[in-house]
């Protein structure tokens, strides 16, 4: 079974910057693609950022210019460096391989 470990979240003010790591378990990390969602609390989770096994990328439209998503094979990780952080920004971040299993995430919120 595939298991993710989110961590980095915290709480920041508007314009700040986190950097958020998921290590991945129990699959060939370095062949798949790879993709951060955020949730809000009653709202479906939505895609933020994407990253493919070779490490083509793709962002939402808002956050592109401001979010980076890279990965480490080496480390089974992937990262989302996110820059200029707003109050829509806040949820909670997840990464997945698009398959059935996620993690617990890690929480974001953005509040002067």
């Known amino acids: 079974q595939v298991q993710f470990m989110e961590s980095g979240g915290g709480l920041v003010q508007p314009g700040d910057s986190l950097t958020l790591s998921c290590v991945v378990s129990?699959?060939?990390?370095?062949?798949?693609?790879m993709a951060w969602y955020r949730q809000v609390p009653g709202e479906q989770r939505e895609s933020v950022a994407q990253?493919?096994?070779?490490?083509?990328?793709s962002y939402a439209t808002s956050v592109e210019g401001r979010f980076t998503i890279s990965r480490d094979d080496a480390q089974n990780t992937v990262y989302l460096q996110m820059n200029d952080l707003k109050p829509e920004d806040t949820g909670t971040y997840y990464c997945?391989?698009?398959?059935?299993?996620w993690g617990q995430g890690t929480q974001v919120i953005v509040s002067s």
């Open positions: 997945t391989d698009g398959g059935p299993y």
């Open positions: 129990g699959t060939i990390f370095s062949s798949s693609a």
């Open positions: 990253i493919s096994s070779a490490g083509t990328k």
